[in-house]
């Protein structure tokens, strides 16, 4: 059991990290909260606030009305919310998409710019697409682009050598997955929320993310929000020092948490993605269509067949985890030097050593030394 292995002491993150991110013999995840069927003690039921924004609104970003949303706190965690996948049916379908075709594409920075030109990277669906629909069909092929690719930066990028936040490394920050976090924001006690740097991480099935802390924003007041698609991963949520014993808990596709106040400086980490159950390909919900036709104005818009063929492929063994943040307060501006202190980051790489090790770092995505 994992309490039996690890509980207070010197970097206890670090040996619940080891201990799910395992193989053999694999972790017992007994002990890992699953917000789907909530009933543990330390698991209470958040009210959240559906004035600031209307039914049709939310309905428009794909998600159910916010008095149906599931959010719950957890004890000892003041500012930590989740919501249990509060997306209309078949909306997934459409941020898996966005997430998969739009947002790699240029002007936006993803890990294989690298070592690859921005010509090479210009269209990583494009060029994986027809390789990737081979493979479908039981061939043997090289591994895509789309498969080697493990983070994009959007809106404020973050600079790898000198680890900070610039307006000058800035691209247009996607005007649909602002209003998505806008009105998650709203939701959970924050109007006005603006999405000025986003992160996408691509979770293969060997895939981890490191002990870090997201304090590379200059104005911490604001949250962090999280939406993740595809396989279910196991998350850690530390204290504010790595000797604090973790809280372990299921990411399933659609769900969402909000870091704020007290928890939006703590340690966290994703040791793992839990393997599929047998005979099971991907999440019931990601097989859903819209239920209605969608109109114009709404955000959500079908996924064609063609591009959901792709897509369902890659999650069979994938996850896909977005990460929203507002880097500046309202009226602030960068301080003179045009810098913010980075830390650690969703994405951080490691700059040092020789441009073979940057090859490696980026193949190896977000994977940091816990």
Known sequence: MAA????????????LFKFYKRRNPPPDYSEVLNFSKPCND???????????????DVSKAGLRPVKDWRAFGLHGYPG?????????????QYWVKQCLKIYPQKP???NLDMHMSSVETENIWGKSIDVIRRKGCGKREPKTLLEKLRWVTLGYHYDWNSKTYSPDHY???PKELHSLSHKVAAACGF????AEAGILNYYRADSSLGIHVDESELDHTRPLLSFSFG?????LLGGTNREDRPTAMFMNSGDVMVMSGPSRLLYHAVPCIVPAPAGSVLPPCLGQRLETEAQDDDIIQSVSEEDWEVCSWYLQTSRVNVTVRQVLASGQTFPSSQASHLSTDSCEKSEEGTQKNKKR???SGYERDA
């Open 42 to 56: 330390k698991v209470f039921a958040c009210e959240l606030n559906s004035t600031p924004i209307s039914e049709e």
């Open 108 to 110: 936006n920075v993803c």
């Open 231 to 235: 396989q279910t991963a196991v998350f």
């Open 361 to 363: 770092k980026s193949e």
């Open 171 to 173: 691209t247009p920050f």
């Open 4 to 15: 039996s292995i690890v509980e207070h002491g010197e970097d206890a993150f670090r040996k």
């Open 80 to 92: 930590f919310i989740f919501i249990s996948n509060p997306f209309l049916p078949g909306s997934q």
């Open 191 to 194: 109007p006005g929320f603006n």
